[in-house]
């Protein structure tokens, strides 16, 4: 059982939005800004997408935002497109003894 | 452009240890900047964070695995490795090396991940 919680699967159509949450507690996600997010596509590498709640590396689209609310995380993709179709993976700091956990993971369906 | 690759045998015998080697490329290990970790992710399932080394050499573990597991860096070679000892089926995975900024939640690049199977 993985440490932070998420949605086993969340769908979308073309053109529509979508949000994923990533549920922890006052130890983890509440605690500290220092969530991120990783797209992984079947036999691929995860890729990171968003860092620190809310912050996007450079090439990655503004469609991809994030944001937190108390223990709860969320990514939101807007305008969905077919390639968004893939695995997402949130990641949080966790204190100085657990240190980093994982969600689960959701996966993304683009109908 | 910094990439990261992991090498290592596919094939690991019930009880011994699982060792692996991330090699850098494009960049040197050697930067006070960043973090170096390992990731794996179990067939079907979700990734696990291993633990971490820092330029100073520190070392932070998954709690969950912190007795069989030991992370260190090479700057001769510019790779990092990763032991895992007495492995069993359930250390079956993908196993990922990443590049981690610290102070951020920010892991990346990545490698492109390596088969690890426990069996006998």
């Known amino acids: 059982q993985s440490a932070l919680t998420q949605p086993r699967s969340v769908s979308g159509s073309p053109g529509q939005s979508v949000t994923i949450s990533c549920t922890g507690t006052?130890?983890?996600?509440?605690?500290?800004?220092?969530v991120s997010w990783y797209q992984q596509h079947p036999g691929k590498a995860p890729k990171l997408i968003i860092y620190d709640v809310s912050k996007r590396p450079s090439g990655v689209p503004d469609r991809f935002s994030g944001s937190k609310s108390g223990n709860t995380a969320s990514l939101t993709i807007s305008g969905l497109q077919a390639e968004d179709e893939a695995d997402y993976s949130c990641?949080?700091?966790?204190?100085?003894?657990?240190?980093?956990?994982f969600g689960g993971g959701t996966k993304l369906t683009v109908l | 452009q910094l990439q990261l690759q992991e090498s290592g045998p596919g094939l690991v015998k019930p009880s011994e240890t699982l060792s692996l080697t991330c090699t850098v490329s494009g960049g040197s290990i050697r930067s006070s900047t960043y973090s170096w970790g390992w990731i794996r992710q179990p067939p079907g399932k979700g990734l696990e964070w291993i633990g971490d080394i820092d330029y100073s050499g520190t070392t932070y573990y998954n709690p969950s695995l912190k007795s069989r597991v030991t992370i260190s860096v090479d700057t001769s070679k510019n790779q990092f490795s990763l032991k895992l000892s007495s492995v069993t089926a359930a250390d079956t995975a993908v196993y990922y090396c990443?590049?981690?900024?610290?102070?951020?939640?920010?892991?990346?690049?990545w490698g492109q991940g390596t088969l690890v199977t426990v069996s006998s």
């Open positions: 990641f949080s700091y966790a204190g100085s003894y657990t240190h980093w956990v």
């Open positions: 990443a590049r981690h900024v610290p102070g951020s939640s920010m892991c990346d690049p």
């Open positions: 006052s130890s983890d996600v509440g605690a500290y800004n220092y």
